[in-house]
Structures are given as structure tokens and as C-alpha cells.
């Protein structure tokens, strides 16, 4: 028999990452077990993907009809799975049309693309300046990756994609300054996720809305990982007063199996004519399916309570552990997407915390150096939320111990 240890890794991995010192061999809703039978708490809900919790029920038994029926065709043909999912997002969107990808990073290439092509098909080849802003996350392709605003993501990597512009996050005098009738597309996220849990001030997103139609250019909203309830509303951008033109969605939308949508307009979504631009696996039949299941489950108005209702509970116990220890300066986000700022002198020891947290059978995210993050299951009980922070606490204890 083949032994298997957390060494493996180590020995036959690319060390793109360094996962926790253990071999996790099984999850139960916002549990997870280890290879020596340890049981952890799971507020990482695996970065913001497992909505339903772990080995939910509902999906096993979607997943098992629909094996049954189709895994997979490619999109010579198309299917019923496929389209029952783009019918459902369309519903509970504003929008009309979908593509479907597998990942976020690959929802916000086609987005940016689809961008530039409508601006060239309109405006020529001029108008393709593409703003996005400082701490902004948009995938690892090189494209994406040059997009988003940490350049320690994207350096190294060039010649980078060129006509892409940076601009600090809610600094609405500077967005006014530089946007011009060359920018084809503006990115951002409602809330920086993997930034550091920075939400976009409405007055902002209001302007950037605003100036973008006046100068011709369409706003790309990321909600990979704000999306399909995490932060309490269907999508994030529905708790605000903008719509955005065109809006990419993935992390949580089959629960676990990797899937990726573009959502826009039919105005916009005809300048992606037949050849333009495609994916082999998306629109995967079981991805699809899932993702229906998925959809049905979260879109209901009882479920998305229950997810701000949730949220608030954690937030709460978060700023209850703030006033305890006088760590943190800021407990921030919305639903089940928070962020614990750590103090100025702290700002390198999330990662050293959320090991801390580990030893004591939590796991926990960071964004950067300087935040936790919380993003678990947004089925998660609240007895597992209590469970959870009760362990952070002791946690916290060890951490600020002299
Ligand atoms: C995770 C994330 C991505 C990248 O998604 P992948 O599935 O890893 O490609 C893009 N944008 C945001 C906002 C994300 O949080």
C-alpha cells in the first residue's frame, strides 16, 4: 500500500503552497478530521467554497442522480443541467445572459476580455484601458493576476498584459482624475476579500457606476467571493444602489465542485459571437447541477436571514475577543465574510495566529499579513460558530501570553 503522509507534499509537490501540518482525511458540515483523528472547527468553509458545509447531503445526492445521467459532453452539444443553472441566475440577477467557467480567476479573464471586445467592437482599438484598484484580487492567470492589486502576485511574471491601471481602493477625487473615454472596463470587488476584508464605501461604487456610463466603459463587479449569499444578500452588489455591467461569480456556487460564471447583459453578450472565446469543461453537466442545487438552496429569503443573522452572531463574539485581548483595531465585513484587523504593531502575525488556532483545533483564514479572516460554511450551526470562538479565544489566550 502506498503511504501517504503531510511529507508527500514535500517530496512530489510543486511548493506553490504550504498547507497546515496535517493530512486532512474527512469533513462533516463545518467539521474537518486529520489523518491522527483530530477534530477541527472549520471557519474557512475551504476559502469561501463550501457553502453548504462539508459532504452536505443535498449535494451527495445531486452529485449521485446526476452520474447517473451526464458528466460531461463539452459544449458541442448543450444540456439540460447547463441550462437549468444559467435560467436560475438569471432569475435572481439582473442579468440576462451566462458563460460558464470553472474557476474565479477564469470568470474574470472572459469578463475582461468580453470587456475589450466590446470596446474595440464599438469605440477601435484605443479604448482599452482597464482600472482596477490597489488590494484588489482577481484570480492567478497572468491576465487576472496583473489585474489585481498586489504586485507581489503579479511581479516576476512579465512582460505583464499592458493598459492596466491601479488606483488606491475608495478614493473617489483620484478615480474622477483619471477615468477617461480610453477606459474600457473598471474591476472591483464589493468587498476586498483576499485584501484584507475592505468593503467598497457606497458613495464610491456610486461614482464609479455613474462614470463609467458616461464614459462608455463597463463595470466588472468580482463576486467570487462576496457571491451566492456569503455576504447575506444573493450577490453583494443586491445590497447595494449600482448593477453592475458585468459580474463574475465561482468559490461558492457548487459547493466544492469547481465551477466559474460571467453573467451580463444581452447587449453585451452578443459581442461574444460563436468562436470569440470558450472552455472545455464549462458548463460542466455535474458542476451545473450542482450549482442548481446550490442556487435553490441559497436564493430562498429564510436562508439568506439565517446567513446575516449568522453573521452577526460572529461578528459580535469577534468584537467581544477585540475588547478582551486589545489585539485587533477593527472587526469588519458582512454576513459570513469578516476580517479581525490586527493593531499596527501586529500587522505580520496573522499567520503565526492562525497556527496558534490550529494546535487548538480551529481553522481560520488571513488576508495579507495583518487580517484574520472568517468565511465558513453559511450553514454553519450556531453552536459551531460558539464552538469555534470559544477555541479562538483560548487561541488568543496562548498568543498574547508573556
Ligand atoms: C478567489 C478569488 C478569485 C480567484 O478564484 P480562483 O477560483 O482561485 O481562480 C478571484 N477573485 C476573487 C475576489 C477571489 O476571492
Redesign the pocket.
Known amino acids: 500500500m502506498l503511504k501517504i503522509t503531510r511529507n508527500t507534499f514535500d517530496e512530489v509537490m510543486i511548493p506553490c503552497y504550504k498547507p497546515f501540518n496535517c493530512l486532512i482525511v474527512k469533513g462533516k458540515g463545518s467539521y474537518l478530521f486529520d489523518s491522527n483523528g483530530n477534530k477541527y472547527v472549520d471557519f474557512t468553509g475551504g ?2 467554497v463550501n457553502s453548504l458545509g462539508h459532504c452536505n447531503k443535498g449535494v451527495q445526492k445531486v452529485i449521485k442522480k446526476q452520474i447517473k445521467k451526464l458528466i460531461h459532453a463539452s459544449n458541442i452539444f448543450t444540456n439540460i443541467s447547463t441550462l437549468t443553472l444559467a435560467v436560475k441566475l438569471t432569475k435572481h440577477t439582473d442579468f440576462s445572459k451566462v458563460f460558464f467557467v470553472n ?6 479573464e472572459a469578463a475582461l476580455k468580453l470587456a475589450r471586445r466590446v470596446a474595440f467592437n464599438l469605440y477601435g482599438e484605443n479604448k482599452n484601458e482597464i482600472i482596477s484598484f490597489g488590494h ?5 492567470t497572468l491576465f ?1 493576476v496583473s489585474v489585481g492589486g498586489q504586485d507581489k502576485y503579479s511581479d516576476g511574471f512579465g512582460p505583464k498584459p499592458g493598459a492596466i491601471t491601479h488606483l488606491p481602493f475608495n478614493d473617489i477625487e483620484t478615480f474622477k482624475q483619471h477615468v477617461s473615454d480610453k477606459t474600457c472596463a473598471v474591476i472591483l ?1 464589493p468587498i ?3 485584501g484584507g476584508i475592505i468593503e467598497a464605501n457606497p458613495d464610491f461604487l456610486k461614482t464609479v457606476r455613474d462614470l463609467c456610463t458616461s464614459h462608455n466603459a463597463l463595470l466588472i463587479l ?5 457571491g451566492v449569499g456569503r455576504c447575506g444578500t444573493f450577490y453583494a452588489y443586491q445590497d447595494t444602489d449600482i448593477i453592475p455591467d458585468i459580474l ?1 461569480s ?2 461558492g456556487l457548487a459547493a466544492g465542485i469547481p465551477i ?1 460564471s460571467v453573467m451580463t447583459s444581452d447587449e453585451i453578450a452578443k459581442h461574444f459571437s460563436p468562436g470569440t472565446h470558450g472552455s472545455t469543461f464549462g458548463g460542466n453537466p455535474l458542476a451545473c447541477a450542482v450549482g442548481t442545487y446550490v442556487v435553490n438552496t441559497i436564493s430562498d429569503k429564510a436562508f439568506l436571514n439565517n446567513v446575516k443573522a449568522k453573521g452577526i452572531i460572529l461578528k459580535h463574539s469577534l468584537e467581544e475577543l477585540k475588547d478582551k485581548y486589545g489585539i485587533f483595531k477593527e472587526i469588519r465585513g458582512k454576513g459570513l465574510l469578516l476580517g479581525a484587523v490586527l493593531n499596527e504593531d501586529l500587522q505580520d502575525k496573522a499567520g503565526e495566529i492562525q497556527q496558534i488556532c490550529a494546535k487548538y483545533g480551529l481553522f481560520i483564514l488571513t488576508a495579507g499579513h495583518g487580517v484574520l479572516r472568517f468565511a465558513p460554511a453559511l450553514n454553519i450551526k450556531n453552536k459551531t460558530i460558539k464552538e469555534g470562538v470559544n477555541l479562538l479565544d483560548k487561541a488568543l489566550a496562548d498568543f498574547t501570553k508573556v
Do not use: C, L, P
Not at 103 to 108: D, K, L, M, Q
Not at 222 to 226: L, N
Open positions: 476559502i469561501a474557476s474565479g480567476a477564469e470568470a474574470n484588489s484580487f482577481h484570480g492567478r487576472s470587488e476586498q476579500g483576499e468580482d463576486e467570487v467571493q462576496t463574475t465561482a468559490k466559474g
